[in-house]
Every structure is written in structure tokens, then in C-alpha cells.
């Protein structure tokens, strides 16, 4: 037995110990980012003074004051009492008073936006996730007082958000979900005040109101007595941005010395105070950042020109979008989104007679977009054709954006010319900075490359002094002040660390510098200095010990010849260790399906305090980007309401962290991930088999077991004590050494931002000469490099200790579920050490099926059916039933979801209908239902084309009708036309075959089957049904009644115009006559002991007959009526039974939106 070498591991563990934010921002020549003071917690916002101080807005509600390159100590306001520092909420946005001086006079006033929080504990049980908010805009005067600027809450003035004694909020900004509450603030040239606001809707299904009645007015606090905040007449959800009753989803223009609107503002109504008079645009979802365009504004606010304003809106499902707002544009939100219709709010309709639908009268001029950018497709830039690399060639395809952040024109200073005039402008989620460019008329002519790997951008700024852009990154709750910086001599790259960073006494810790670089490749020298009063030190690498506990700071600096310096910061606990912190629930790759009440419990223990405190915070993984902080508790018990939140296009998933320092500032953090359920994926029928295996010679096991790696993933878990030929080994005398491996290689991306984040293993045989691992553990490929997956939970335990001792042969087939942190890539494979005998030693693997989190695929117009039926096949209808020959003997191999490559040898991967006493006659496979369906497609990935057979030589597809009778389906369109390459030795083609609907029971290919011997074969067969679009289709309500026991009515068909309707009704009280009625509204009135839910004044019915089983069914045909589009049908069962009237038994009711298809 081979002792473990842990080399390998260590290696890998340490490259998974670096800082995930050490990736160097990749900029044009010359230009660098460099940090201003230290990191900030949660910053989100700011704004320059015209001196260059600046002023800093925490989301969680602190305004932080940076100036001469120095943190203020002291907030000069701390709102947090006040601010709901919800999910996307807080304070989001500050500005500074035309001419500020921090004097305690009329131009000190600084400006406030923000969410704000519902009254704690009161509000509680109708408000647990926070959600019914409200944004306000408040302005506090300010005075430097001894070199400290602080607010003066006496001064205090809210100009909107202005709440009523009796709770309501007539003149708030609606907020009634979790994100896009409010946005940026700027001063226009008039001295107007204009203030961006979202939409303050659910970003989690299409949202036209009547979902959150505690949100709005009309609904009275049974604790408190208060009303909801927000007007009733603003409960239209998205579609408050085109509803002027609303200043959601807006731009406003305002007096800022009283909030109210001004006379010229495009939609004044004579009233200053009404909604309507503040509005300057309308249509917009969340324009989180602003900026004005220089030169566009006038001085005389009788003009009405404050100046042009770029708005970024952060898109829903597909684009994102830069606006110009002049004044009384509507930019479409929510019936557009970017450049085109939004589909699903065009179709919705709205439950609030006061909502607009989309087709309704529409308000100000409808305006496209400056631009747009698709969320995922980086072909649908528009306008097309100006997109450019840094260096002005022209780039034939555009560029992906999900959070799209304006930021500032540059005008003159350090840069070279050419960037004169342009915008900056970044997405928060893609990390990119691209620069635009605009023609006399403002239009864009150019888009131009500039930054990648930039980090999270929250907020663009030009310095007043410089004309440097400067921006704030945000990762997860940290933020960096960054500048743009440009210059002949770049600032050196310090990448260093210190292992280990706390311990007993004595403390040896190894320093290391040896990374990093110079971006010019001078030469660099590095100095330390340790905290502890030492003399400093020298070089790239250096060695110090502590004697006396305590923390401290080591401080590195890498200096190059021309004087350019970089300094870091490395704290150091000597004598002290860090908490350890046990998180018991979730757990990692946990999943669940919305809504859920996440359990959170968890503990910390410090081995010199003791029992310490903790803290939870939540981050919402959206995409490709964080929502960090949506949910924090200091409490070790707790529960979380998880919501779904992912749309078509989109992941969404959590990252819970738990956390606890001691009393030195030692702090330890574990965390998990936990998944929406039909998020995850199992990926590995659409991926290829890989191991360590395929790289010897020869490239095959050469023991007993099943030489076909298609095993591993046949969706066969042997139980224990099987035989060998249903695993895969990797038995090759020795030869992989302590390396060996098996996983699987993406054939096709399966969708963007999909992330792997599970494993599951079963094991296979276990020999006296080995069959397991001493050690594993999970890799994930990105970019060619393979990545070790961290956060590894193996349940059960793999029995590392027990592996590693003579004579181990542990549980042969045990399956173990691995979950790991979720990383991104083509590739995932197991790798560790092989156990067994010296020289032997090898894994072993009966099943692996790879997990991924995916995104939501758009709606398909055909939808799979087939795990509803059963496979049927001629060949198990001889004797012996079944086929006979070397492929796969179960026949549910046809439906395992595994697509082996074109061109595969694998027989294993496929069913073939060889049989030695095959008779005469056309071959047949398909599936049957219980019950009629209505078919549409079917998709064929044939097998192995052999000499012998494998193929259909003619081929027709049939269908049964409900009378027993097979006949072929007519218009059938072959995508490629079949039969493709019949050559042997060819195979694993995949044949796609599309029909108008046919109503059947059954569904079959048919023919003559080519070959020697005459047997066809299947790798696989999807069967189709048709999916309408939503809204349409069919929702259950209401429940049974009446009788005893229950009685379902189930839909077997989608409901589309002009095709059939087939119900099936189970759970009467034995045989009898029933019915079925059909009515175009809904009712609840009791009826026989029970409730009819449809209304009785303009039925159809339609008698059915049970059977002894109790279940009946129905075909009726839907006619193709257009005026039926967007109307509703409910349908109700009803079993009359044998004692009448107590036996009469009601269903649950069927609502049916009919549509086309």
C-alpha cells in the first residue's frame, strides 16, 4: 500500500487560499487603478465637494467624509436607525448643495436618499423580510466643526417621503420589494434638484399589484392601527413607472429647497405638490445611476433645461439600457424593455382596475434607448456597428451587460486626448468599463473597450480638481475609493501574504512578497516592516518571529526605481487563535422550493474567550454578481423566508456565511450554498465520460470490470454486492501512480452562469488489491485550468482514516453526495489517491452523475413528456422478453437523459432490439400513457450502426388512437431528414421529428429494421407535447368538497385553440355516471353537502362514466375562436356516486387561459 504523498493536495489547497479578488484589473496602456484610504464598509455612493473632498453614503445608512486622503473618524450622520438596509435598499445616493460650504449656512445642506425601515418588531408578523418600504429624501445643513464635518439634525428637512400620523406616506416613493426603491441625485444647471427612482416592484414574477395588501393604505396594522404607507392607488406593481398618480420609476424634477415640483416640468397639473407636477420622465425600472452631460443645461430655471441626464436601467430578463433623458420622455418600462416589446408584461393582465395595461394611453414621448445590451447574447447591441477595442478597431461582436451603471463624462485633464468628452460608463455584474461617445445631436456614434476584471462598480465620479474618474467597487459588503489613474511610471502590483497570521507563542511566520510585480518590469525593492518595533527587513521573502502576544500590523512596500510605491497591510495575532465556528444547518448544496423558511443554527467557540457570539448574513447570488446582505442576525438560531427570484435567463442562488470574532479581532467565517431545486441540473447525458485511464496504454482497465466508461453514468445505482461489469475500474497495475481521476467534459455550454456545485459517487466493487481512494477530492476546469472546488461536504463521510490502513476494503457500490462551493467551467472531475495493494492500486466507480446550477431556460414550444410514459418495445413482447445481444438489456437506458457523442463505440450506451429468435416483420419502439396525450415531437439519437443491424431501414411514426388503433402520423418534418449514415461503424445520430398535435395514448417509431440480422437500436427517445406561452395553460384553485374522499380532476392537454382537451378524473366512490361542466366564470356556492366552483348561469356539461376504479375521462375539442384569446374557462368534475345526494363528490376547480400555439 502506497503512503500518501500530500504534495499534490497541498499545492492545490494553497492556490485555493488566495484572494479571490487578486485578478488584476486589465486596463489600456498607461492607465492603472489606485486605492484611496482604507476599505469601506458597504459604500455604495458618493460625491466631490469642489474642493475634492468627498462624501461617502453606506448603504446601511452612515455618510462618511473622505478628504486629504484621510477617512474622517466620526460618521457625519448615522441614519442606520432609520434606513432599511434591505436586499438593494438603503441609503443609495448623496449630494452636495450648488457652491457647499460646510459652514452651518444656506449652501451647507446636504441631500439624503434612502429606504426607509418599518417600524421593528411592531411590524413584524405582516412584514418579516422588510419589504414594505418607502424611500425618502431628506437634506440635513452641515458645519465643520474642528476639522470634523458633522450634520446638524436640527436642520433636518424631508422634502418627499413625509409620514402621517397615521402611518400612510402620501408623498413616498412606493418601495413594496426587495430592490430598484431609488437611485442617483443631481443638481442641474437651473439649480433644479433631479432625483431618480425605481419602480419599487417584485423582480420575481411579472408584477401588476394586488400581491402585497400591508404594503398600501388601505390596509389598518391589527397591532399598531396604522395604515400600509404607500397610496392603494399606486398598487399596480411594475406599471407604477407609466402611472403618473406615482413617483416610481421615475426622474424627478424638484424644488430642493421644498420637494415640490416646478410649473415647467412637462406634465404640471397647476397643483405644485401632485405627483404628476414633479415628474420629468417616466418608464423606467431602476435607473440606479445618473449623470448630466456637460454644456447642456441652461442657468435660468424658467428655461426649463437643467441639463441632459444619462440614466443606466437596470434591466429584467434580457437588456439593459442608456437613456437620455431632455425632459417628458417615456422610455417604456414595463410594456419595453430595451428596444422591444417586454413579452410577458405585453400579455399580462393587470387584477387592479386602476392599472394600465400595456396597450393603454401612454404618457410623454415613448423613447428608445441611447443603447442596449442583452443580458446573455453580446450579438444584440444596439445600435449594431460601433463597437470598438481600446485602440479604435472596430470589434464584430457587441458585449453582454446585466447591471448597467452610468457613470461620468470625462472633460480634460491627465488622459490623452482622444478620451475628451467621452462617458464613462461600467456594469456592475460583467466588472467591464467601456467608454461612449456621443455626436452633436447626442446620439451614439462610438462604444469603446477600456476595462475589464475592474471589480464591482457602484458609482462614477470626476474628481473637480483633477478630471480623473474615480469609482467605488463593492465586493460582497467591503468597498475599495478607486481612481483611474494615468502616468509614464505605473504604481507597482504588491501581491503578498503571511502564513500563519495567528498562533501560540513563539510565532513563526513566513512572509512572502515573491509575486508580485512592476508593470513597466523594473526592478523592485521590498521592505517589512512587522508592528512589534523590530527592525524592518528586506526582500521578496522573509522569515520573523513573535515573542509577545498581542496584534499587530505588518506593513510590506514594494518601491521601484523611480520612487512609485505600493504599501499593504497584513494583521497579526500573535498568541491568540482564531474562533472556531460550526455552522449546522444549512447545509452546503442544500436545495429547497420557494417559499421556504430556511433554518439557520450555528455556534462559536473561541480557545481563549470561550463561547463567543456570531453572525449571519445572507448574499443573494444573482447571475454573475452579488446582492450582498440581503439578511443579518446575530442571533445562533434563526430562520430565513427564502423567495423564488430567478425569471427565464437567470440563476439565482444564496450564500450563507457565519461569522464570529474574538475579543482581539479574530474572526473565522464558514459558509454554504444553498440552491433553488429546479435550478440544479444533472449535466452529465449532455457531457462526455473523462478519466485518468484514457491517457495510459493501453487506455482501458485491465481487471474485470466493464470497459465501457458509458457505465458510469447508465443511471443504473447498482445495490451493494453486485458484480464488477456494472462499474467502471481503473485497475492498470500501478501505472496512474497517486494520481487518478474521473469526471466528465461539457459537450455544449448549458447556459451562461451555470456553476457546478455537486457530485454524485457511487463507488464500485472493492478488491483485496484496492477499488477506492485514500484521499479525494473535486476539481473544476476554467480557462484550461483545472481549480480545486473548496467547501467539500461528503455525506456520508468517506472513511479517509480506514482507507489508508492494510486490509481496508470498505462498502463496495456506497454512494456519496458531494457538495463544494460552486464554481464555473467546461469540466468537472473526482480526483484523488488511489487505495489497495503496492502497486495495484485503483478507484473504482459504478455511477457519477455531475450537478450544475443552471439558469431558468426560456419556455420551449414543446414540452418533454416522457417520464409520464412507460417504454414499450416490440422485443418485449418475445420469448425471452428482451433483447439478446451486446447492448444495453434495460430498456430504460432509452430515457436516462445520456447523449453519447456522435460516432460512439460505446454499446453500452444504447438498447438494441437484437434477439435470437427475432421473427419477420417491421421492428417498433416507443411509449404509452395512461391516459390520452397530445403529441407533438419526438426526438431519436439512434445507437450503434452495426453490420448486423442498428438502424431502421424505413421508418414511420405511429400513433395509437383511444380506440387500440395504430395509424402513421401525417406531415411529419425530419430535422436531418432520416435515414442518416447507415454505414457500420456509424451511429449515435440524432434525429429530430416535428408534427402538428395528434391525440393519442401511445406514440411509436415503426419499421423495417436494415441489418444482417435485423434489429434496430436506441441511445434515446424524448417525447413532446405542445407548451403554450404564459399566460396560458392551466392552474389549479378552489378544493374538492362533498362525499367522502377526494376527487381530482387532471388536464392530460395544454388547452390550445382549435386542438383537443383531455381530462382525466380519478378518487369517485366506485363506478357511476358523473359529469363535467364548463363555465367563463368562477363561483363558490354550496351545493349537495359540497362546493361548486363554477358559475351555474352559463354551463356546458358533459356526462362521463366512471369506473369500478373510480376514474373517468373526457375529450372535447377547444374551438379556434381568436376572441377566446385572453378570456378564462374554469372547469369543475363531479361524481354523482350511488347515494344520492350524499354521495355527490366535487373536485377542485381547473382554470384554463386558452392561447395559440
Known amino acids: 500500500m502506497r503512503r500518501f504523498s500530500p504534495r499534490l493536495l497541498s499545492a492545490l489547497l494553497l492556490a485555493a487560499s488566495l484572494p479571490a479578488g487578486a485578478a488584476r484589473a486589465d486596463l489600456p496602456n498607461h492607465f492603472e487603478t489606485l486605492q484611496h484610504g482604507p476599505p469601506l464598509s458597504y459604500a455604495v455612493g458618493f460625491t466631490f465637494a469642489a474642493d475634492g473632498t468627498i462624501f461617502l453614503a453606506e448603504k446601511p445608512g452612515l455618510v462618511r467624509v473622505f478628504r486629504n ?18 436586499w438593494d435598499r438603503g441609503l443609495l445616493a448623496v449630494e452636495l448643495q450648488p457652491g457647499y460650504t460646510p459652514d452651518g449656512g444656506p449652501n451647507s445642506w446636504i441631500y439624503l436618499l434612502y429606504t426607509v425601515s418599518p417600524v421593528p418588531g411592531q411590524d413584524w408578523p405582516f412584514n418579516q423580510d422588510q419589504r414594505y418600504s418607502f424611500s425618502r429624501l431628506a437634506r440635513y445643513q452641515t458645519l465643520d466643526a474642528g476639522g470634523s464635518i458633522t450634520a446638524l439634525p436640527a436642520s433636518r428637512e424631508v422634502l418627499l417621503g413625509n409620514q402621517l400620523a397615521d402611518g400612510s406616506v402620501p408623498d413616498g416613493i412606493a418601495s413594496v420589494h426587495h430592490s430598484h426603491s431609488n437611485g442617483s441625485m443631481h443638481f442641474g444647471t437651473d439649480g433644479s434638484l433631479l432625483v431618480a427612482t425605481g419602480d419599487g416592484a417584485h423582480f420575481d414574477f411579472t408584477d401588476f399589484g394586488g400581491q ?14 396604522l395604515l400600509g404607507p404607500t397610496p392603494k392607488n399606486q398598487d399596480s406593481g411594475s406599471a407604477r ?8 420609476g421615475k426622474i424627478l424634477r424638484i424644488d430642493p429647497q421644498t420637494g415640490q415640483g416646478l410649473p415647467n416640468n412637462p406634465f404640471f397639473d397647476g397643483n405644485l405638490s401632485s405627483h404628476r407636477s414633479r415628474t420629468w420622465a417616466l418608464g423606467l425600472r431602476n435607473p440606479f445611476r445618473t449623470c448630466l452631460v456637460p454644456g447642456t443645461g441652461s442657468s435660468d430655471p424658467f428655461d426649463a433645461q437643467p441639463g441632459f441626464l444619462v440614466a443606466s436601467d437596470v434591466g429584467w430578463s434580457t437588456y439593459e439600457e442608456l437613456n437620455l433623458v431632455r425632459g417628458g420622455e417615456n422610455f417604456g418600462w414595463p410594456c419595453f424593455e430595451g428596444f422591444y416589446p417586454q413579452p410577458l408584461y405585453q400579455q399580462a393582465v393587470p387584477p387592479n382596475p386602476f392599472t394600465t395595461p400595456c396597450g393603454g394611453p401612454i404618457f410623454g414621448v415613448l423613447t428608445a434607448p441611447l443603447l442596449s445590451c442583452h443580458h446573455g447574447d453580446p450579438s444584440l447591441l444596439l445600435p449594431a456597428g460601433i463597437h470598438y477595442d481600446e485602440n479604435g478597431n472596430p470589434l464584430a461582436q457587441g458585449f453582454n451587460g446585466n447591471s448597467m451603471i452610468a457613470g461620468c463624462f470625462y472633460t480634460g485633464g491627465s488622459y490623452p486626448a ?28 462610438a462604444i469603446h473597450q477600456f476595462g475589464k476584471n475592474i471589480g464591482n462598480v457602484v458609482d462614477m465620479e470626476r474628481h473637480p480638481l483633477t478630471g480623473d474618474v474615480w469609482f467605488l467597487s463593492l465586493e460582497h459588503t467591503t468597498s475599495r475609493l478607486l481612481q483611474l489613474h494615468y502616468g509614464t511610471n505605473l504604481t507597482p502590483v ?10 501560540s507563542l513563539p510565532l513563526q511566520v513566513q512572509f512572502q512578497a515573491t509575486n508580485s510585480f512592476d508593470p513597466d518590469n523594473d526592478p523592485l525593492a521590498v521592505t517589512w516592516e512587522f508592528g512589534d518595533q523590530s527592525a524592518p527587513a528586506t526582500g521578496p521573502q522573509v522569515q520573523h518571529t513573535y515573542t509577545t502576544a498581542g496584534s499587530y500590523v505588518a506593513k510590506v512596500t514594494a518601491t521601484d526605481p523611480l520612487g512609485a510605491s505600493a504599501t499593504l497591510e497584513i494583521p497579526i495575532w500573535a498568541g491568540n487563535s482564531p474562533p472556531v465556528v460550526v455552522l449546522n444547518s444549512p447545509l452546503q ?32 447570488i444573482h447571475d454573475n454578481h452579488v446582492h450582498p446582505g440581503i439578511y443579518t442576525s446575530t442571533s445562533s438560531n434563526d430562520t430565513f423566508e427564502l423567495q423564488e427570484h430567478s425569471g427565464v435567463g437567470e440563476l439565482n442562488y444564496f450564500e450563507v456565511q457565519l461569522s464570529a470574532m474574538d475579543s482581539q479581532g479574530l474572526s473565522t467565517t464558514q459558509r454554504v450554498y444553498v440552491f433553488p431545486e429546479h435550478n440544479v441540473l444533472d449535466v452529465s447525458g449532455k457531457a462526455t465520460p473523462i478519466s485518468r485511464l484514457q491517457s495510459l496504454n493501453p487506455p482501458s482497465s485491465l481487471a474485470g470490470g466493464n470497459p465501457d466508461i458509458e457505465v458510469v453514468r447508465d443511471g443504473v445505482f447498482p445495490p451493494p454486492n453486485s458484480l464488477d461489469y456494472l462499474q467502471y475500474d481503473s485497475f492498470h497495475y500501478g501505472d496512474q501512480g497517486n494520481d487518478d481521476w474521473i469526471g466528465y467534459e461539457l459537450a455544449v455550454p ?35 485550468v483545472w481549480k480545486l472546488a473548496s467547501g467539500l461536504r461528503i455525506d456520508p463521510s468517506y472513511p479517509f482514516e480506514a482507507a489508508g490502513q492494510p486490509g481496508f476494503d470498505g462498502q463496495p457500490f456506497q454512494v456519496y453526495a458531494l457538495r463544494f462551493d460552486p464554481l464555473a467551467g467546461d469540466a468537472i472531475r473526482l480526483r484523488g489517491v488511489p487505495g489497495g495493494s503496492s502497486g495495484f492500486e485503483f478507484m473504482s466507480c459504478a455511477e457519477l452523475r455531475a450537478l450544475m446550477a443552471v439558469p431558468l431556460p426560456a419556455p420551449a414550444p414543446h414540452r418533454d413528456i416522457t417520464a409520464q410514459g412507460t417504454p414499450i418495445a416490440r422485443v418485449l413482447e418475445l420469448t425471452p422478453s428482451g433483447p439478446t445481444g451486446a447492448g444495453s438489456q434495460e430498456i430504460e437506458t432509452i430515457r436516462n437523459e445520456t447523449w453519447p457523442a456522435p460516432a460512439s463505440t460505446s454499446l453500452w450506451a444504447q438498447y438494441d432490439t437484437q434477439h435470437s429468435s427475432l421473427p419477420a416483420g417491421p421492428d417498433w419502439i416507443g411509449y404509452s400513457f395512461d391516459g390520452p396525450r397530445l403529441f407533438s415531437r419526438l426526438v431519436f439519437q439512434e445507437g450503434l450502426n452495426q453490420v448486423s443491424g442498428g438502424s431502421f431501414a424505413n421508418l414511420e411514426l405511429q400513433v395509437r388512437d383511444l380506440a387500440g388503433n395504430w395509424s402513421a402520423i401525417p406531415q411529419v418534418v425530419a430535422t436531418p431528414a432520416y435515414p442518416g449514415d447507415p454505414s457500420p461503424g456509424a451511429g449515435y445520430e440524432t434525429f429530430t421529428f416535428v408534427f402538428p398535435p395528434v391525440l393519442g395514448d401511445a406514440v411509436r417509431l415503426h419499421g423495417d429494421a436494415a441489418g444482417a440480422e435485423q434489429f434496430i437500436s436506441v441511445a434515446e427517445l424524448r417525447v413532446d407535447e405542445p407548451n403554450p406561452p404564459a399566460p396560458c395553460g392551466w392552474t389549479s384553485y378552489g378544493s374538492a368538497s362533498g362525499g367522502s374522499g377526494s376527487l381530482v380532476l387532471e388536464a392530460l392537454t395544454p388547452g390550445v385553440l382549435g386542438m383537443p382537451v383531455a381530462f382525466a378524473i380519478h378518487g369517485a366512490n366506485g363506478s357511476g355516471l358523473g359529469t363535467v361542466g364548463a363555465s367563463a366564470n368562477r363561483a363558490e356556492l354550496p351545493l349537495f353537502g359540497g362546493t361548486l366552483l363554477i358559475d351555474p348561469s352559463a354551463l356546458l356539461t358533459y356526462p362521463v362514466l366512471f369506473d369500478i376504479q373510480g376514474r373517468a375521462t373526457l375529450v372535447k375539442a377547444l374551438p379556434n375562436d381568436p376572441s377566446l384569446l385572453g378570456t378564462k374557462l374554469d372547469v369543475q368534475a363531479c361524481s354523482v356516486g350511488t347515494n344520492f345526494p350524499d354521495s355527490v363528490q366535487f373536485s377542485q376547480g381547473l382554470e384554463l387561459t386558452p392561447c395559440n400555439w
Do not use: C, K
Open 589 to 620: 448544496g442544500d436545495t429547497f422550493e420557494a417559499p421556504h423558511t430556511l433554518q439557520l443554527s450555528g455556534s462559536a467557540i473561541d480557545p481563549e474567550d470561550g463561547p463567543i457570539g456570531v453572525q449571519w448574513t445572507i448574499n443573494l
Open 241 to 248: 413607472s407609466q402611472d403618473l398618480v406615482s413617483l416610481a
Open 212 to 225: 402585497d395588501d400591508p404594503a398600501f393604505d388601505d390596509f389598518v396594522h391589527p397591532v399598531t392601527g
Open 494 to 503: 504588491l501581491l503578498a501574504g503571511a502564513s500563519p497570521q495567528s498562533g
Open 69 to 86: 486622503d484621510t477617512l474622517q473618524a466620526a460618521p457625519l450622520i448615522d441614519l442606520s436607525a432609520e434606513v432599511n438596509n434591505d
Open 418 to 445: 482622444a478620451f475628451n468628452g467621452r462617458m464613462f460608463f461600467a456594469d456592475y455584474a460583467q466588472r467591464w468599463i467601456r467608454t461612449l461617445e456621443l455626436d452633436s445631436n447626442h446620439a451614439p456614434i
Open 750 to 784: 448549458v447556459g451562461i452562469n451555470a456553476v457546478f456545485n455537486g457530485l454524485q459517487f457511487q463507488e464500485g466493487v472493492h478488491l483485496s488489491l484496492g477499488g477506492w481512494f485514500e484521499h479525494l477530492w473535486v476539481e473544476v476546469r476554467q480557462a484550461g
